[in-house]
């Protein structure tokens, strides 16, 4: 199976690249986490971008929070998806970076999930890599029905909670 990407503009990040991480374990997805920086590790964070197919990844998820360039500055480099995931932080709380991510001129496309959207960002990348694996695709729709039956039973339950 092709690996997923994970890379995050600084450690500070974590906390949220965290529910990718855990997203993809559950679905026995293999992974790589990186730091990379479009502003501070430029050169390193075009280099993966670069070498990534060959590297065996089959999707990359870019966490970022502000002015958050990395998404793009991976997507130029790749013709692999690319997902972005902007971080709430800063002044505008995440706004600044959802825009700086989901604005992409036309060419260079990144699939932009929600503010701190890392669960989705590895559904997301779960789906891609599903179109060509029964058993991956098998496994997301085993998870989409456990998560409609938890819902079910808190339908079940709610009145009896009131
Ligand atoms: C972005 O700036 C990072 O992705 C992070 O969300 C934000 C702040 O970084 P730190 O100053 O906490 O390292 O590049």
Known sequence: MK???????SDSDLPIVQKA????????IPYEVHIYSAHRTPIEARDFAVNARANGFGAIICAAGMAAHLAGAIAANTTLPVIGIPCKGGMMDGL???LSTVQMPTGIPVATVAINGAANAALLCAQILAVEDGELAARLDAKRKADAAKVLEKDT??????
Do not use: H
Not at 3 to 9: A, D, F, L, R, V
Not at 21 to 28: F, G, R, T
């Open 3 to 9: 690996k997923i990407g994970i890379i995050m503009g």
């Open 157 to 162: 339950n709610i009145a009896s909670n009131l």
């Open 96 to 98: 600044d970076a959802l």
């Open 21 to 28: 991480v855990d997203m993809l374990k559950s679905l026995e």
